[in-house]
């Protein structure tokens, strides 16, 4: 069975500090792969997404970057945290090609920027 | 463009009452549409998605959800509510083509059980 792992699961960091948020994927290859974050009172926002190797998409304008260095795997990075950039993140994956595949999500990081 | 609307930010209901979180869709397409679960400081869970066929589609826990073309729904229901119930619930409508898709998340309802 396939399984998504995130860590750290929480994290506090001073502002100006670097970030690094890790996420692996077992028991699939070739899944598209995403992260979101979820503010306080803002609901869900998609920040980045892949659908391969080195493939990165991101949704909006920010303080992070992505990467993903191998097929199952999945970074999120800053080089300098903003207080703004507190809040849940979360890792998910789908099947690839296969029309409507549900999400799957990890259990996510909480981010407190001090 | 495709997005979706749930009404209600906190829901309470008794233990054992009915479970009703709205959720309305707007899309010019046929929409993709799907409730997840979140568990505090968890992440989320999928309890049942609507594709093609059959409009009223079963999920996990004993929640069930309704299609409705002509209403642009996709409400949610329980029959009875336990106190394990409570938690975060989002209803999401997919966007995108074979390849690659995305969820596009409403804004969440929080379910509150009480004895």
């Known amino acids: 069975s396939q399984t998504i792992h995130q860590w750290p699961a929480t994290l506090v960091q001073p502002v100006g500090s670097p970030l690094s948020l890790e996420c692996t994927v077992e028991?699939?290859?070739?899944?598209?792969l995403y992260w979101y974050r979820q503010a306080a009172g803002r609901g869900l926002q998609l920040l980045f997404y892949?659908?391969?190797?080195?493939?990165i998409s991101s949704e909006v304008p920010q303080n992070l970057s992505a990467s993903r260095p191998q097929d199952r795997q999945f970074i999120l990075s800053s080089k300098k945290l903003l207080l703004s950039d507190s809040g849940f993140y979360l890792c998910a994956w789908s099947v690839r090609d296969r029309d409507y595949s549900p999400l799957h999500f990890g259990n996510g990081t909480r981010l407190t920027v001090t | 463009a495709q997005s979706v609307t749930q009404l209600g930010s906190h829901v309470s209901v008794s233990e054992g009452a009915l479970v009703l979180l709205r959720c309305n869709y707007s899309s010019s397409v046929p929409p993709y549409l799907f409730w997840y679960v979140q568990y505090p400081n968890q992440g989320l869970q999928l309890l049942l998605k609507?594709?093609?066929?059959?409009?009223l589609v079963k999920g996990i826990n004993g929640f069930e959800a309704e299609f409705k073309k002509s209403e642009t729904s996709f409400h949610l229901t329980k029959p009875s509510a336990h106190m394990s119930d409570a938690a975060e619930y989002f209803c999401a409508v997919m966007k995108g083509n074979t390849g690659f898709q995305k969820l596009v998340f409403g804004t969440g309802t929080r379910l509150l059980v009480s004895p």
């Open positions: 609507y594709t093609t066929g059959a409009t």
């Open positions: 028991g699939t290859s070739n899944p598209n």
């Open positions: 892949s659908v391969g190797i080195g493939q």
